[in-house]
T-cell receptor, first 115, second 116 residues
Framework: AQSVTQLDSQVPVFEEAPVELRCNYSSSVSVYLFWYVQYPNQGLQLLLKYLSGSTLVKGINGFEAEFNKSQTSFHLRKPSVHISDTAEYFCAVSDPRTGGFKTIFGAGTRLFVKA | DAGVTQSPTHLIKTRGQQVTLRCSPKSGHDTVSWYQQALGQGPQFIFQYYEEEERQRGNFPDRFSGHQFPNYSSELNVNALWLGDSALYLC???????????????FGPGTRLTVT
């Protein structure tokens, strides 16, 4: 069975500083990987996805993530954060063998950007 | 282009009652999935509908059922509500490509269900 572990429940960071949100997954097969962002009282918005190919994936709002198969990780990074990046971030995985239907989410990391 | 829409926005029910939540997918999408997000947790997959049939199901009891209509919209029904069913219920739509694979999902704003 697949699972996702987000290693930090909360990450405080000052504005304009770099940030890394860590995600490890467990799967014996190839996977699709995703990062979503959720602002208060809203649904989830897709930041970026890894399906295949280049291990460095660029997404919206200046975020990027690197797929590391040997370490089964998919960490999210941003070189300089803004106050508006304060939100909950979810790492997720799905199984292409089953068509990618079922997506498994991590518990989330709350990013808090301080002025 | 309207995104995924859900109704109602908020709902309060009493234990033992039944509830129906509704979802309209993004234009051009033919697949709808439902997720339950308890407070402080990540979303958990309930089930997915494609071509009006349930295709995959997560670890949820039969009290949770659904339906997809010919226009691709969907309903989630929960019977015999428990206090533990209080959560944000998210609908996500997607498109099945010619490869038979689903790549990414677009989420609606959710329905906040409170069971008292």
């Amino acid at each position: 069975a697949q699972s996702v572990t987000q290693l930090d429940s909360q990450v405080p960071v000052f504005e304009e500083a770099p940030v890394e949100l860590r995600c490890n997954y467990s799967s014996s097969v190839s996977v699709y990987l995703f990062w979503y962002v959720q602002y208060p009282n809203q649904g989830l918005q897709l930041l970026l996805k890894y399906l295949s190919g280049s291990t460095l994936v660029k997404g919206i709002n200046g975020f990027e993530a690197e797929f590391n198969k040997s370490q089964t990780s998919f960490h999210l990074r941003k070189p300089s954060v803004h106050i508006s990046d304060t939100a909950e971030y979810f790492c997720a995985v799905s199984d292409p063998r089953t068509g990618g239907f079922k997506t498994i989410f991590g518990a989330g990391t709350r990013l808090f950007v301080k002025a | 282009d309207a995104g995924v829409t859900q109704s109602p926005t908020h709902l309060i029910k009493t234990r033992g009652q039944q509830v129906t939540l509704r979802c309209s997918p993004k234009s051009g999408h033919d697949t709808v999935s439902w997720y339950q997000q308890a407070l402080g947790q990540g979303p958990q997959f309930i089930f997915q509908y494609y071509e009006e049939e349930e295709r995959q199901r997560g670890n949820f009891p039969d009290r949770f059922s659904g339906h997809q209509f010919p226009n691709y919209s969907s309903e989630l029904n929960v019977n015999a509500l428990w206090l533990g069913d209080s959560a944000l219920y998210l609908c996500a739509s997607s498109q099945i490509y010619a490869s038979g694979l689903l790549y990414e999902q677009y989420f609606g704003p959710g329905t906040r269900l409170t069971v008292t």
